[in-house]
């Protein structure tokens, strides 16, 4: 893959960090590759560093480099081709009375009381759900890309809450917290299919879903958008 001139990618510098475990794997050992200095990364910088499987988390651009293991792919899903099956249809007509208003990055009382009830509820005991409000803004409203706050409500309540970056060449779905109460709407998945339009309409060509990992169950539903593509050996190819 080639780099436009223009760029500073090529200033960049990638180190691997200490062995840690694997939150996705039971009984493995991760090892993450991180893009250095941050200060370089800018919107441009980032789109192409996402093409080559990095992710970020707050201001931490990565993508896994464990030392045997090859199990996350990162995934994308080119736009123009999806076309929603039955049970995503059923999730949009659920949700159409639900009101979306895109916000810059900026603290909310309600988005970080609604993060703390997805955390306590989705993730107790992997340490987020103890996260302060400056552990809230570290890690979702502290960026140095096009990001914005997909934030939706229903009744004048925010239930669900989407961080996004736009990149060159699509959207970036970063993370999504929504109210645990609400499991009958399937909040997770029309997350995924607002993004979805969300680029068709500004012209956009993809939407980067994160990491798929076969063997991971938490990772499945990212194969009902299809057209999937992966990362594989360099190429972006389809997953069957």
Request: net charge positive; with cysteine; glycine share 6%.
């Amino acid at each position: 893959m080639s780099f436009a001139k223009d760029l500073p990618i090529f200033r960049l510098q990638f180190y691997l960090t200490a062995p840690y475990p694997c939150s996705y794997l039971p009984d493995h050992v991760a090892r993450s590759q991180v893009a250095a200095p941050a200060s370089l990364i800018d919107t441009g910088v980032y789109s192409e560093l996402v093409r080559l499987g990095f992710r970020r988390s707050g201001q931490h651009v990565y993508r896994p480099r464990c030392d045997v293991c090859r199990a996350c792919v990162a995934s994308r899903l080119p736009v123009a081709e999806f076309e929603p099956n039955r049970t995503q249809r059923r999730c949009l007509k659920r949700n159409s009375d639900l009101r979306l208003r895109l916000l810059p990055l900026a603290f909310d009382e309600s988005h970080y009381r609604l993060y703390q009830r997805y955390q306590s509820a989705r993730h107790a005991g992997g340490g987020m759900d103890e996260d302060d409000r400056e552990q809230f803004r570290g890690f979702l409203l502290q960026s140095r890309v096009d990001s914005v706050l997909a934030e939706f409500s229903l009744e004048g309540e925010v239930v669900m809450v989407a961080l996004i970056d736009k990149l060159i060449d699509g959207l970036s779905a970063v993370y999504t917290f929504f109210d645990p109460a609400l499991k009958q709407r399937s909040l997770g998945a029309f997350g995924i299919l607002t993004q979805i339009n969300l680029a068709r309409e500004i012209g956009l060509p993809y939407v980067y879903l994160g990491y798929w990992i076969e063997a991971c169950g938490k990772m499945a539903y990212k194969r009902s958008y299809q057209p999937l593509e992966g990362l594989m050996d360099g190429r972006w190819q389809r997953l069957r």
